[in-house]
């Protein structure tokens, strides 16, 4: 068991790279697996998610060779094979095996899911889409298996009931092989998406439409090797823009596209957070007055449900009440209770979370309950007076590449300690 300790009321100064993206990065390397030759990627950000997915990759049969930021998969040697246990219930995005492997080989039988808990996360627009794509499937234990008796997936019209970026991108990855024309309509518009149709297109497959909410993708016979560039973790830079605000006195935080944080830097600027931004960097000032708003998550463009949490604790900065409401995982309010330890005027009532600023935290020995909550108690503890000791932290690792040495080299007192 690891925790983080922190020593508050530092400010922070100076610069910040972000990494590649997470969620782009999870689905790019179960994407490789349809590829016949090496794909290297560069930008890979250093994240317990990617260590579990080489693990898995290397089970089934792939060499993986990690160099720095980049990370070359020769995936020639992978086997279908059951991939029920272990690894694969450690995160989210293991779902991608499903597609990636149906594709591949017509069949997948793979562990269900795990990653954050968030309330209900169901995968049943995924399997309603490899359904209409010829895959028949059943429960063994606690693993789905899908088969296609042989025959490969085929060409579908699949309309999406709820915008879905899992769903979206596994239904991309059994479909660039599927004989056929696949269209997703209702599909979701994540920049993450659009990296995955541009590593799959630079593979040689024919995905049009990725960003728009109907993307169309003629099945092709093979796909070869590339060499790509994940985009910047638009979320791991929300959260820095919003550590910045909460406690810099200047920092600058680069390898950010603007167009991904248009909507957060909107909401950050009704909030009076004084900032410069340019096409791929954004400057944070030290803030003087800040102005309490409401925040309601949306599906891409609008403001990421992946943000909400991070940004809480800067809203506790603010003069004034607001509420925050998260349309995309209503449960997702576990940062409340930890954060009200620390002193903040912060509660839930129903599934809307509502605050009152500023308040003057203080360190306090606190859970992180998922990800996004741990980035919350981290900034908070930033802002605190005193000490305080986060707990359950492998979820923060899965997502935040280096983010001890990142914050370190800010000014912060923090600490990683092996408990
Ligand atoms: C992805 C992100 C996660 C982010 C979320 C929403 C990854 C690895 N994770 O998760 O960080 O918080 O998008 O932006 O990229 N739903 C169904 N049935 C399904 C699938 C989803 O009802 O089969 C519902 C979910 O419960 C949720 C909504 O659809 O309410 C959106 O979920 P989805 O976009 O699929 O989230 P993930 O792709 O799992």
């Known amino acids: 068991m690891k925790k983080i300790v922190i020593n508050g009321g530092r400010p922070l100064k100076g610069e910040v790279v972000v990494s590649g993206a997470k969620n782009s990065v999870v689905a790019l390397i179960p ?37 720095g930021d980049s990370l070359e998969i020769d995936p020639s040697g992978v086997q279908s094979m059951p991939m029920p246990y272990g690894k694969i219930n450690s995160l989210r995005a293991s779902y991608y095996f499903y597609g990636s492997l149906l594709g591949r080989f017509g069949e997948a039988t793979v562990g269900l899911p795990g990653g954050c808990d968030l309330g209900p996360r169901p995968i049943d627009l995924h399997l309603k889409a490899f359904e209409a794509m010829g895959a028949r499937m059943t429960y063994e ?56 149709a541009t590593l799959l297109n630079n593979m040689g497959a024919h995905v049009r439409g990725a960003g728009t909410d109907v993307i ?133 009532i129903g599934h809307q979370i509502s605050y009152e600023g500023p308040s003057d935290l203080h360190g306090a020995q606190v859970k992180a309950t998922d990800l996004r909550a741990g980035a919350a108690l981290v900034t908070a503890g930033l802002m605190a007076q005193g000490q305080t000791e986060i707990t359950n932290v492998e979820f923060i690792l899965r997502g935040y590449s280096n983010i001890i040495d990142k914050l370190r080299n800010l000014g912060a007192s923090i600490d990683l300690i092996e408990d």
């Open 216 to 348: 169309t993708i003629e099945g092709v016979e093979r796909l070869h090797g590339t060499r790509h560039q994940v985009i910047p973790d638009r979320i791991e830079a929300g959260t820095y823009i919003a550590m910045a605000a909460a406690v810099g006195e200047g920092v600058k935080i680069t390898n950010v596209l603007y167009e991904h944080l248009e909507g957060f830097i909107a909401k950050l600027e009704e909030m009076g957070v004084r900032m410069t931004v340019s096409e791929d960097s954004v400057f944070v000032e030290k803030q003087v007055s800040l102005k309490a708003i409401n925040i309601k998550t949306a599906p891409y463009p609008g403001f990421a449900t992946d943000l909400q949490q991070p940004i809480t604790p800067l809203l506790l900065k603010a003069e004034g009440r607001g509420l925050i409401m998260d349309t995309i995982y209503e449960k997702r309010v576990n940062h409340v209770p930890e954060l009200a330890r620390m002193g903040a005027g912060i509660t839930t």
């Open 141 to 196: 234990g606690n693993s789905m298996h899908l088969t296609t008796d042989g025959q490969g997936v085929h060409g579908a019209v699949i309309y999406m009931d709820t915008v879905s970026v899992g769903a979206t991108i596994n239904t991309m990855l059994a479909a660039v092989k599927a004989k056929g024309k696949t269209v997703i309509e209702n599909a979701a518009r994540e920049p993450e998406i659009i990296d995955v």
């Open 31 to 67: 994407a490789i697996i349809l590829s016949e030759d090496v794909v290297t990627l560069d930008g890979v950000p250093d994240i317990s998610d990617v260590a579990s997915l080489i693990d898995i990759m290397e089970v089934m049969g792939a060499t993986v060779k990690r160099d």
